[in-house]
């Protein structure tokens, strides 16, 4: 789907918020536990540090506190929500962790659910949830992408290591008239065929049941990545989508104010923004302070460049969500919130 011609309302995107952990790694700390360097990961991530959630920290924690932080952007009473959708691939919560966030904020009329899409999760929720309030379902929604990758790594593997933190950004999203939509167009895809380069799988322990049968133990491995496959996945199929989606929407590169992708490499944030001729001052990073947060980059990312007054009101956005599946997607947006 791209343009908005057939539903009844639009969508403001109008308000935004994140949150991290306190406690902050650097390269050189990593350097002191596996054999690594500071040059050698800013060299070919763009990494410098990245925040681990601690013992008195909880990923529904940073949920609350990002979703507080983009309901008081948006000027808005929680019991004002009619939806609640957190984006994320590591729960506090298997069953899921929507409903505590909800409970937490106090928005006591709002509906609650997880979405799982890996990095590409919070992209893949946003769209989601501007359904919902096209169709004329809800009219105020909050969107939030977090994730602890830390629970899931192996900290003695200096190849995944160094490229995942912890966090949680969310947006605020209200019906408008159809002919004010602020996003333009959106398109999702997905490739299973490739799920394999990169993966958190269950592990395959089985105790004795009765008789001779047996039941599998539940639990998860480590996260599992071939990161050239997904290097060189994202470079290829990322302005490919983008490029479609653009074409679609009668956009021209050129009048894009930001460019605003997952934040997993800054080689590939680079390459993406050289296939359109776009220059890296309009490419919004933050990679450098965070690392990848997964379903989180990209709301937090917005959230510091509407703060810091980089994103003004009206801004022209596109933004792409890649990752585990394989998914990735991509969406054409107007910021409507305050500068």
Known sequence: MTVNTTTNFGVSVIGSGCSSPAQKITNEQLASRVDTNDEWIKTRTGIRERRIIGPNESLSDLCFKAGVSALEMARWAPETLDMVLVATSTPDDLFGMAPQVQSKLGAC????????????????????????????????ALIIGADQLSAWMDWDDRRSCVLFGDGAGAIAIEASPVNQDAV??????????????????????????????????????????????????????????????????????????????????????????????????????????????????????????????????GHLIATSGFGAGLSWGAALFRWNGPS
């Open 109 to 140: 009329n709002a509906f609650a659910f997880d979405l799982t899409a890996a990095c590409s999760g919070f992209l893949f929720a946003f769209v989601t949830a501007t359904q919902f309030v096209r169709s004329g379902s809800i009219k105020r």
């Open 184 to 313: 333009i167009g959106f398109k999702l895809k997905s490739d299973g065929s490739r799920g394999d380069c990169l993966n958190l799988p269950q592990t395959r322990d089985f105790d004795p049941l009765v008789s001779s049968y047996q039941n599998q133990k539940g639990g998860f491995s480590n996260i599992e990545m071939n990161g050239q496959e997904v290097y060189k996945f994202a470079v290829r199929e990322v302005p490919s989508l983008l490029q479609d989606l653009l074409l679609k929407c009668e956009i021209d590169p050129e009048s894009l104010d930001w460019l605003l992708l997952h934040q997993a490499n800054q080689r590939i944030l680079n390459a993406v923004a050289d296939r359109f001729s776009i220059p890296h001052t309009k490419v919004l990073s933050n990679l450098a302070i965070y690392g990848n947060t997964s379903a989180a980059t990209i709301p937090i990312m917005l959230d510091e460049a509407v703060r810091d007054g980089r994103v003004k009101p």
